[in-house]
């Protein structure tokens, strides 16, 4: 799947702030990643001789791609955990199905392994004050983010150090969905683990991860694909109280179609035509109408859409799509409209 297709910024870890030289700086120098809790997860990048790759504190391994990649333990003494968490491009789409991978590879010094690869998706971030799994109770006391977990349980143990494994798996969206989390949500009693070495030393699972990739399953985007160019289009839900222009919820999920189609046809341009019902004056119905217009330009702009792909219009009440004396009709009045133009 190609990188337009990927919701995640920077999935690789190519972008950092500075070259790791110490433990633990995950979550302070690489770009789009952060840690949700006070577990030191790790970053390696080519650049550093402390915390290099192929070569650092843990073994040897090459980058599965590019320069760089993360560690973390999915399973320690003392249920001690470690996670990784980015913000997405975009809010992911109610009902729509999006199909996550990653790559994990047991580093050299572990002496065990998992077969649990938990992922988290979160309204907002997530702070919590623990060096331990992220367990149902500790997630709730962050009141106010809506989450779930997916548990990815692989069907063996794989205890060859020397090969990238691919976790993948399928999902449908919530329709709330901000922000991801990579590790073991489990505590140790539960966790399915053998041991690798026959020596009794208790440092854990460790384990490096690469190329992190979330995408709509293909054939999602069909809605918006057979559009034909310069034609005008309504979307039903896109309409707005009376004498306002802020977004309502059944709008941002609308506009989550428009989103995905401009983000997989970067050729598209979108023209966004605001209009208003017949009630106030033709002055005051025209800056509205621009308000709802840019509004919806703005909301755009903020799920990544660059700003010389969109223009947008305000047309006051000139432009009725039912009767201004009636209830229903002025609701319908209160609109926006888009049309699709193709660069040249």
């Not at 949700?36 to 970053?43: E, I, K, L, M, R």
């Not at 919590?128 to 548990?151: C, D, F, P, V, W």
């Not at 009376?242 to 609308?254: G, S």
């Amino acid at each position: 799947m190609g990188s337009a297709q990927n919701l995640l910024k920077n999935p690789g870890f190519e972008e950092y702030e500075e070259c790791p030289e110490a433990l633990g700086l995950f979550g302070k120098i690489v770009d789009n990643w952060s840690t949700p809790t006070q577990g030191s997860s790790d970053y390696f990048n080519t650049c550093s001789k402390i915390m290099g790759a192929p070569e650092n504190f843990n073994g040897v391994q090459y980058p599965k791609e590019g320069d760089a990649y993360a560690g973390v333990y999915f399973y320690a003494p003392g249920d001690y955990r470690e996670y990784l968490q980015a913000s997405l491009k975009r809010t992911l789409r109610k009902g729509r199905q999006y199909q996550l991978e990653f790559y994990v590879s047991l580093a050299e010094g572990s002496d065990f392994a998992v077969r649990d690869f938990g992922v988290g998706l979160s309204y907002k971030p997530w702070e919590i004050r623990t060096k331990k799994n992220l367990s149902k109770a500790k997630r709730y006391q962050a009141k106010g983010n809506r989450h779930y977990i997916i548990e990815v349980n692989q069907t063996k143990f794989n205890e060859d150090k020397s090969i990238w494994l691919k976790i993948q798996v399928a999902f449908e969206a919530k329709g709330f969905e901000n922000f991801i989390i990579l590790g073991n949500f489990r505590d140790n009693a539960t966790t399915k683990k053998i041991k690798t070495k026959r020596k009794d030393t208790k440092k854990g699972a460790y384990y490096y991860i690469d190329a992190v990739s979330l995408h709509p399953l293909v054939g999602e985007a069909e809605a918006y694909q057979e559009m034909q160019m310069d034609s005008l289009y309504v979307l039903e839900n896109v309409h707005f109280a009376f004498d306002a222009f802020a977004l309502t919820k059944p709008t941002k999920e609308e506009l989550a179609n428009i989103i995905e189609t401009l983000h997989q046809h970067p050729r598209i341009h979108l023209e966004i035509h605001g209009h208003t019902d017949s009630l106030g004056t033709v002055r005051y119905n025209k800056t509205l109408s621009e308000k709802r217009a840019k509004t919806i330009a703005e909301y755009l702009m903020d799920q990544g859409i660059n700003t010389s792909r969109i223009a947008w219009f305000g047309h006051g009440s000139a432009k009725p799509r039912g009767s201004n004396q009636t209830f229903q009709g002025r609701a319908k009045n209160r609109r926006v409209e888009f049309v699709f133009r193709e660069k040249r």
